[in-house]
Structure formats: structure tokens, C-alpha cells
């Protein structure tokens, strides 16, 4: 990985530039720079084939001025330590900035999952479980899904870790099954959270896709509650015209939410491809296409693209729901969106960031648009440590009142100081995070 491109380097040039305008301490930013815990762990695990392989795996937890450090696993051939760590900053700012009482953490092991049997993915999910097992738990680090892990690998990651300790301990990791404790709206949440601020982004620019009238109606937690069968909260896309980079479980849900929703989904990707229709894709279509062919190409009625493809394709709305660095100093001026709502972690470069400013194009970061998912694992997180559990309705309630606010706090920073929303958006996350750090003292 080059130094331009390596994902830490990126999150700390992020820091250094709001740190600036926020006046931080030396000693604040400095603390601040660097994660509070490392845990590389290497293990072996038992193949199919009778042969021992090794693995090696990572736990980062960045910071937990806040509150318990709270970030996903995930399983990917390309997990680096420095990978690793910028994730786990960037949870930090995360929880920050739409409030939420966390810290950041993240962790990975090197692996094919693709090419790995469902006994492989469970032995190595125990082991590396139980390697990382002191410096987890429900007061001090809770997991979660992310690359190439679900449900069920958290699964097995709380019952590991609740042999270990001898009883049940369900708040260990959220992102789990219904009937082990998992909550209602989880699977759906990074991509609904997005679905929201992506439309608070069309509906407070000049974009606009609905009347003033209709939008003095507009519904939060706060107001009212939402119509009976409406968990999309009274958002309406008016043929909105969105490109999603990235048909995984945010891209694709989200594609799904917009689209019945009114928009018109006209792009998406994966990992082998793209593909485009102007006059907009069935997404029910396209999943059922990709869940029997392993690819959304191929798709009948839809011109084949190349993955990156889809992310220079003329549009009201760009979904990046892939991996890190994906719109770079060379393809950030092909970039025809109105609004890049960063669904993945990291897919904008710095160098990127700017060329898209002088552009025009309102960026909404990732630390805010994907922030659906920490904010329900957060509501999960609560449920199972209550042991009472909350509907539907009341989750995605509660997480649209959430980034609503998130996106009004960060707008607001924005008018303010005259910045971009990313710069925007971290100023608010790391203003909180250095207050609480200086509030609470340094120890001893």
C-alpha cells in the first residue's frame, strides 16, 4: 500500500486539518493521533482438510474518552494493521458525531472468507475470538458485523465469549440474531440512516425534491410519530436519480430503500462488475439476479460496466458503498453527482475531497452517512443489557430523530465556520471527544 494511499496516514491528515481550526491543544491532538490499544494476535486454526493454517488477526481500540471502544470485524484478504486503525478512528469520530456514548475500536483477520468452508469461518471466528477475548466486552469493546461478516459470526463470537466467562453475555457484540438478542431494524440500519441524510442533503440544498409545504410536514421522533406502515419516516425520492458503488448489505439495502421510496436507482456494482439503465434498475430483480449468478452483471436489460464505472456515471446521487479509496485525484473530476453520500468507510481521498469541493459536490462523510448502523448497534447494545426489546418502528423512530439532529449539528458547524461538511462533521466529532478527554483529566 502506498503512504498517498494508506488509510491511516489519510486519517490522521483528517485530524491535523480540524485540529488546526479548533484550537486543540498540542498534547490533545497529539493523544489524539494515535490509538490508546493495539492487540495483533497470530493463531492457528484447524482446515477442513485435517492441515493447522495460520491467521492473523487485529484489535484496535482507538479511543474511549466516551465511553466503551465499539467497532466491527471484519474478514478480508487486504486487512492491514494501518487499515485496522483507521477504521477505528474513524468509529471514534462516528460515535461523536452523532452523539452516542462510545469510543472506537475495530478489528480484522487476514482471510479469504470466499474461499473458506462454513467450519473454517466458525473455527477461526472461536479462536480469534478467544485470543482478543481479554480486552473485549460489554463494558469495555462490543464488535459488531462489517467486510464479509454477519450475523451468525457474531454469533459464534458471543457464545465463545460467553463459555469463557461461564454465563450468557449477549451485550458482548451487536449485529446478532433476533433470538440471541439481536434488535429489530439492525440489518437495515447503515443503509436507512443513509437513506435519511441523504435526504435532508436533497431537501436543504438548492436540490430540492418536494415542496416547502410538505417539507414544514416533515416527521421526526421528536414531532410525531410515523404513519402506520411507513418506516422510511414520510421520505418520498420523486424519481431521484442514484448510482450505488457497491451492492453489499448497505448498497444494496440502501438502493432498495430509495427505490421504493421513489427514487430511480440507474447504476450499481460489486466486486466483479457494474451495471447501468437509465431508465432505472428493478432492484428486487437485480438481488434476485445477484443471489443466483454471484454478480449483479449480466443482468437482462442492463448495459455491463467496470466496478469504478458506476462511480463517474451522471446522477443526482452517488452511494460509495465499497471499501477505502475509491474516489481518488484521478477519477474525482469524472465525479457527475450532485451529492456523494459515503456509505462505505473511507472511499474519498483528501486530495479527492477537494477536487469535489471546488466542484460543488456536497460530500456527505462517511462518519455521518454510515453512521445508521453504530446508532442501532448502540439501541441493540442498550436492549440486550435491559433485557427489553423495542419494535420496529420504535428503532427506525429513534434512529431517524438521531441523524437528523446529526445532520443539523453538522450543517450548523458548516454555516459557522464556512467549511465543507467532512471538515464540518469532524470538528464536531473531535470537539467532543477532546472535551470529554478534558473533563475527565489525564490519569494519574
Not at 494515535?34 to 481500540?61: A, C, S, W
Not at 479511543?63 to 467497532?71: L, Q, V
Not at 416547502?212 to 421526526?220: A, K, S
Amino acid at each position: 500500500m502506498t503512504e498517498e494511499l494508506n488509510p491511516f496516514k489519510i486519517a490522521q491528515q483528517q485530524l491535523d486539518k480540524v485540529a488546526g481550526l479548533l484550537n486543540l491543544k498540542k498534547g490533545i491532538h497529539e493523544y489524539l493521533r494515535y490509538p490508546h490499544r493495539e492487540l495483533t494476535v497470530n493463531f492457528p486454526v484447524k482446515m477442513d482438510n485435517g492441515d493447522i493454517k495460520e491467521f492473523t488477526g487485529y484489535r484496535v481500540q482507538y479511543n474511549n474518552a466516551r465511553g466503551p471502544c465499539k467497532g466491527g470485524i471484519r474478514y478480508h484478504w487486504n486487512v492491514s494493521l494501518d487499515e485496522v486503525r483507521a477504521l477505528a478512528a474513524w468509529m471514534t469520530w462516528k460515535t461523536a458525531v452523532v452523539g452516542i456514548p462510545y469510543g472506537g475500536a475495530k478489528g480484522g483477520v487476514i482471510c479469504n472468507p470466499k474461499e473458506m468452508s462454513q467450519g473454517e469461518l466458525e473455527r477461526m471466528t472461536r479462536r480469534f475470538t478467544a485470543e482478543i477475548s481479554p480486552i473485549i466486552g460489554p463494558e469495555r469493546d462490543i464488535p459488531a458485523p462489517d467486510v464479509y461478516t454477519d450475523a451468525q459470526t457474531m454469533a459464534w463470537i458471543m457464545d465463545t465469549y460467553s463459555m469463557i466467562k461461564g454465563y450468557s453475555v449477549p451485550g458482548v457484540v451487536t449485529g446478532k440474531p433476533l433470538h440471541i438478542g439481536g434488535s429489530l431494524g439492525r440489518n437495515e440500519a447503515t443503509a436507512r440512516g443513509c437513506m435519511f441524510v441523504v435526504r435532508e442533503a436533497l431537501q436543504k440544498t438548492d436540490y430540492k425534491v418536494c415542496s416547502p409545504e410538505e417539507w414544514r410536514q416533515r416527521e421526526t421522533y421528536e414531532d410525531k410519530p410515523l404513519p402506520d406502515g411507513d418506516e422510511g419516516g414520510g421520505y418520498h425520492f420523486d424519481d431521484t436519480v442514484v448510482a450505488v458503488q457497491g451492492f453489499g448489505n448497505a448498497g444494496s439495502i440502501a438502493a432498495k430503500l430509495i427505490s421504493d421510496k421513489g427514487g430511480r436507482i440507474i447504476a450499481v456494482s460489486d466486486s466483479k462488475g457494474g451495471i447501468l439503465n437509465k431508465d432505472g434498475l428493478d432492484i428486487d430483480a437485480v438481488l434476485e439476479h445477484k443471489a443466483s449468478t454471484g454478480t449483479v452483471q449480466g443482468f437482462e436489460g442492463a448495459e455491463n460496466l467496470e466496478p469504478k464505472a458506476v462511480l463517474e456515471v451522471k446522477c443526482d446521487v452517488l452511494i460509495p458503498a465499497a471499501l477505502e479509496n475509491q474516489i481518488t485525484k484521478e477519477n474525482a473530476d469524472n465525479i457527475k453527482a450532485k451529492i456523494v453520500a459515503e456509505a462505505a468507510n473511507g472511499p474519498t481521498t483528501p486530495e479527492a475531497d477537494r477536487i469535489l469541493y471546488e466542484k460543488g459536490i456536497t460530500v456527505i462523510p462517511d462518519i455521518l452517512a454510515n453512521a445508521g448502523g453504530v446508532t442501532v448497534s448502540y439501541f441493540e447494545w442498550v436492549q440486550s443489557l435491559q433485557s427489553f426489546f423495542w419494535s420496529e418502528r420504535d428503532v427506525n423512530m429513534r434512529l431517524k430523530g438521531i441523524m437528523v439532529k446529526a445532520y443539523d449539528d453538522v450543517t450548523g458547524m458548516c454555516q459557522t465556520e464556512n467549511v465543507d461538511m467532512r471538515t464540518g462533521a469532524y470538528m464536531v466529532a473531535v470537539q467532543r471527544v477532546a472535551d470529554a478527554i478534558m473533563h475527565r483529566g489525564i490519569f494519574p
